[in-house]
């Protein structure tokens, strides 16, 4: 059975750096071909694809935010992380983790409010 | 690739065969997904590759296109499909449509 699960700091104050992570059972990211990515929707909105990575530690990011985000896994114990840098008011969003380059799989996300 | 999804609110009847549209501004290569999203929970994945139905998903739901227009059909609208629904390409970087929110007439 896979399931993913997403765990952060909840609140954050603006210009810090916002810390993820997605705890994940039922697949290894280990395995050939295997991805985990992140996605973010703020409330009311569309969903924004933040940033994959691959089995083999390669990493893929959004452009527009390419300059503030640092992705990362310990393979060992089934986790993948999210680093956000210099966090903005517009950075308040429902953060998601996600098996595979489709996800097929998702978490049930987690809430971040940056607020002063 | 940027995803253009209509329209962006659709209404209908149970019973009622559904169609959204999928665009791109590039080909897609077949490379696209469609996303179930109810109120207050994570997305769903329904069809990925196109037209390959994901484990579990019931066979009302069908997905076809090519190039850079694809659709999400659902052939007997229920209750439990009201939602927004999102289509997603991973043909070139990693984008999703801005969705488009189903509800019953």
């Known amino acids: 059975q896979v399931t993913l699960k997403e765990s952060g700091p909840g609140i954050l104050q603006p210009s810090q750096t916002l810390s993820l992570t997605c705890s994940f059972s039922g697949f290894s990211l280990s395995t050939y071909g295997m991805c985990v990515g992140w996605i973010r929707q703020s409330s009311g909105k569309g969903l924004e694809w933040l940033a994959n990575i691959w089995w083999n530690d390669d990493k893929y990011y959004n452009p527009s935010l390419k300059n503030r985000l640092t992705i990362s896994k310990d393979t060992s114990n089934n986790q993948a992380f999210l680093k956000i840098t210099n966090m903005d008011t517009a950075d308040t969003a429902t953060y998601y983790c996600?098996?595979?380059?489709?996800?097929?799989?998702w978490g049930q996300g987690v809430m971040v409010t940056v607020s002063s | 690739i940027q995803l253009t999804q209509s329209p962006s609110l659709l209404s209908a009847s149970v019973g009622d065969r559904v169609t959204l549209s999928c665009k791109g501004s590039?080909?897609?290569?077949?490379?696209l997904a469609w996303y179930q999203q109810k109120l207050g929970e994570a997305p769903k994945l329904l069809i990925y590759n196109t037209n390959s139905l994901q484990t579990g998903i019931p066979s009302r739901f069908s997905g076809s296109g090519s190039g850079t227009d694809y659709t999400l059909t659902i052939s007997s609208l229920q209750p439990e499909d009201v939602a927004t629904y999102f289509c997603y390409q991973y043909n070139n970087g990693w984008t999703f449509g801005g969705g488009t929110k189903l509800e019953l007439k």
């Open positions: 996600a098996r595979r380059w489709y996800f097929d799989y």
């Open positions: 590039q080909n897609i290569n077949n490379y």
